[in-house]
């Protein structure tokens, strides 16, 4: 450890109230957690006084009206911050980590598929778990565990793609596709919503867009004209320098885009007319599905109509597009469900698992 974080270590002790920071208890930290066996009283009293120092540099005013900020107890043996809400390094106060969740929670309708909430959850989650220091004893693992999310590609784009889709700019995109032999190809279009979704491999930021072909002098996109591009695959974003009129339909809304599919992959570009179907299913008997799709429906459009109560038989109605996401998600509960209609879907999944036991009994010949 070096000598910054050392005092970054000592200051998260300081602040969690359990933990009685002394020479020995800081000791016996270092030694189980970081490995340090060389930590000496001297180096121990000098970090100490960087950290006074630190923190007096932070709240100068404080110190000008209590004093020293960071004191010694004789009575318990122990060094302290004299506010709760105080830190040599920049930090958040549960105080701070409330209106934070609160101002997010008041704006949820600036984030998609309730990701604000989940932001608020993960601040009252370290919010809680601060607070259960002050009555526990340190753990040596996390009472609270979260998805990491871990950073996003394309989010160097997401600056200039947020400022164009706000002032209905056109722009010139340079894209690659996924596929190794993909070559990188110019489009231009307009830019109109940024979707974040995660489709179970990660969690990344696509673009919804409408191209155009650089020669119109007005354009009114239709929500079945647009393309979802992976922010990932974008490498460069260029505002176009002639910009054609934007009309806007005041049906228009880009969310609508994503209305009835299941995930976010589309087969419109192909099929401007593409409609949503209505969709047949059959809950087959002792199933455990029907429960997990009463608490988590699939779609806004699901009805489920109970056959049987002993045995959960039932059938599952929706009314979506038909796509590759919902063929995966059919096939992968394929034991709880059947497809009843329509016929073109019912093929689709029969081909499906044809070919896979087919590939199971090829496999099983050559073992």
């Not at 998805?147 to 793609?161: A, P, T, V």
């Not at 706000?166 to 190794?180: D, P």
């Amino acid at each position: 450890m070096n000598t910054t974080e050392k005092l970054k270590t000592i200051n998260n002790l300081l602040l969690q109230k359990s933990f009685k920071v002394n020479y020995e208890n800081v000791v016996l930290h270092f030694a189980e957690h970081f490995d340090v066996g060389n930590y000496s009283q001297r180096s121990f009293f000098r970090d100490i006084k960087n950290l006074k120092e630190a923190i007096g540099l932070r709240y100068p005013t404080f110190e000008d009206e209590l004093g020293p900020l960071l004191r010694f107890s004789k009575y318990e043996d122990r060094y302290y911050y004299v506010r709760d809400d105080i830190s040599a390094f920049p930090s958040l106060s549960e105080k701070e980590l409330t209106q934070i969740a609160s101002i997010i929670d008041f704006n949820k309708h600036l984030f998609t598929d309730n990701a604000g909430q989940g932001v608020v959850n993960k601040l009252r989650a370290i919010s809680l778990e601060n607070s259960l220091s002050e009555y526990n004893e340190i753990l040596p693992w996390p009472a609270i565990q979260l998805i990491k999310d871990g950073e996003r590609s394309g989010s160097d784009q997401l600056k200039k793609l947020i400022e164009c889709i706000s002032a209905k700019k056109t722009i010139q995109l340079h894209h690659q596709g996924l596929s190794k032999t993909s070559k990188l190809k110019t489009i231009t279009g307009l830019p109109v919503m940024i979707k974040e979704y995660n489709n179970g491999w990660y969690t990344g930021w696509y673009l919804l867009f409408y191209e155009i072909t650089g020669t119109e002098m007005e354009i009114e996109p239709t929500i079945n004209e647009l393309r979802l591009l992976a922010l990932d695959r974008i490498k460069s974003v260029i505002e176009t320098k002639i910009a054609p009129k934007v009309k806007l339909c005041t049906l228009f809304n880009p969310p609508d885009y994503f209305k009835y599919s299941f995930g976010i992959i589309r087969n419109n570009i192909g099929n401007p007319t593409l409609e949503h179907e209505k969709i047949t299913v059959k809950l087959e008997a002792d199933n455990w599905i029907n429960s997990y799709l009463e608490k988590y429906p699939l779609h806004f459009t699901q009805n489920i109509q109970i056959l049987n109560k002993e045995t959960k038989e039932g059938i599952l109605e929706l009314e979506m597009e038909i796509n590759q996401e919902l063929e995966s998600f059919i096939l992968k509960y394929t034991d709880q469900m059947t497809v009843i209609g329509p016929e073109n879907l019912k093929v689709t999944i029969i081909d499906k698992l044809h070919k896979s036991l087919n590939n199971y009994q090829l496999s099983s010949q050559l073992i």
